[in-house]
């Protein structure tokens, strides 16, 4: 009888802890934007035709990202995305237009664990895309 009532308890614990855990989507439409991959595959070949890679330089507390020399005096529209997939309150967006070659963005404090940067970024019509894995 003891061990029938130690099973239950074991696995009533084991449910109660399972459904109390937190599953976060990598995103809300998931579904959407795997069907829009395509595009973004397009954008990152984009990226690779240019003359040099993005460059990325972290300081403290923040990133200075420099675009290749085919991106000087053109007008960029920005998407600077750090996303923390443990957690989706740790993600960090900001989308800005630039007519420099390089950002220095500021990050908040506290961050520490692994990030992807996902950048895009259209001049004149065309859209890249960069990517890369961070640690802090």
């Known amino acids: ?9 074991g696995m009533g614990f084991l449910v109660i ?11 809300k439409d998931y579904y959407d934007q795997e ?6 595959i397009n954008q990152a070949a984009n990226s690779s ?15 200075k990202i420099s675009f290749p020399n085919e991106m000087k005096r053109k007008k960029k529209l920005v998407d600077f995305y750090l996303y923390y997939a443990a957690d989706a309150k ?3 967006r900001r989308s800005f237009e630039l007519d420099e070659n390089e950002i220095v963005q500021a990050l908040p404090v506290g961050m520490k664990g692994m990030y992807e940067l996902k ?3 259209e001049a004149e019509g ?9 640690f802090f």
Do not use: C, H
Request: proline fraction near 2%.
């Open 35 to 40: 069907l829009k991959y395509q595009q973004v």
């Open 1 to 9: 009888m003891f061990v029938y009532i130690a099973f239950v308890a």
């Open 126 to 134: 065309v859209k890249y895309y960069f990517e890369q894995k961070l």
């Open 90 to 92: 740790k993600d960090f």
């Open 119 to 121: 950048l895009s970024w």
């Open 49 to 63: 035709r240019l003359s040099a890679p993005v460059t990325i330089e972290r300081n403290k507390g923040e990133l």
């Open 17 to 27: 802890k399972a459904s109390s855990q937190k599953f976060d989507l990598v995103t």
